[in-house]
């Protein structure tokens, strides 16, 4: 039982390049998150899906998507990369609404240059 | 206005000190409240978990939450090295989607 898998652990970009931050869970959650933590900002909230085909936006959506076509995945996909989304990326699932806790990833560090 | 207001710290205490964490709030809907640990370059791990207001403890931890002046706290009893870390609090209204405080940073000097 792995958890909550992110990859990679860490990457640069350049500005205009794009990619996709991967993220898996192996609990059969059906809850899942992704966000972004910048220094002495806390966690804020980018995208989020409640099951697979189905998702919706977060606090800070702008610049980002998502898709979740299985359960077990949630990939986050930057299109057009801005220095702004220089940040640590952190996935999150939960088994149901009101669960105790979110399991969440390693993080992805992201820097764009 | 933040939505949820922490002392980023850092706290920096010996070890054996009695810890208090904060946090307060501006959202009368949450009802779910927790308290995670993130150590340096890791993900956030829930610590406690509280619904509605009231205490909970468990070992050397205690959560309390006062909903009618929209007040949570954190108190380390015996504080270790090993509880050196960013401590962050987040509440939901819904269950699901967590709004975060902006962590604080607790230092336990041996």
């Known amino acids: 039982n792995a958890g909550v898998t992110q990859t990679p652990k860490f990457r640069i970009l350049k500005i205009g390049q794009s990619m996709t931050l991967q993220c898996a869970q192996d609990m059969n959650h059906n809850y899942m998150y992704w966000y972004r933590q910048d220094p002495g900002m806390g966690l804020k909230l980018i995208y989020y899906?409640?099951?697979?085909?189905?998702?919706d936006k977060g606090e800070v959506p702008n610049g980002y998507n998502v898709s979740r076509s299985t359960t077990e995945d949630f990939p986050l996909r930057l299109e057009l990369a801005a220095p702004s989304q220089t940040s640590v990326y952190f996935c999150a699932s939960q088994p149901t609404s009101g669960a105790e806790t979110q399991y969440f990833g390693p993080g992805t560090r992201l820097l764009v240059l | 206005q933040k939505e949820v207001e922490q002392d980023p710290g850092p706290l920096s205490v010996p070890e054996g000190a009695i810890v208090s964490l904060n946090c307060t709030y501006s959202?009368?809907?949450?009802?779910?409240f927790m308290w995670y640990r993130q150590y340096s370059r890791k993900g956030p791990e829930l610590l406690m978990y509280t619904y509605s207001s009231g205490n909970k403890e468990d070992g050397r931890f205690t959560a309390q939450v006062d909903k009618s002046s929209k007040y949570i706290s954190l108190f380390i009893r015996d504080s270790q090295p090993s509880d050196s870390a960013t401590y962050l609090c987040?509440?939901?209204?819904?269950?699901?989607?967590?709004?975060f405080g902006t962590g604080t940073r607790l230092a336990v000097r041996p």
């Open positions: 959202n009368s809907a949450f009802q779910y």
């Open positions: 899906s409640v099951g697979a085909g189905i998702t």
């Open positions: 987040a509440m939901t209204s819904s269950g699901d989607k967590l709004t």
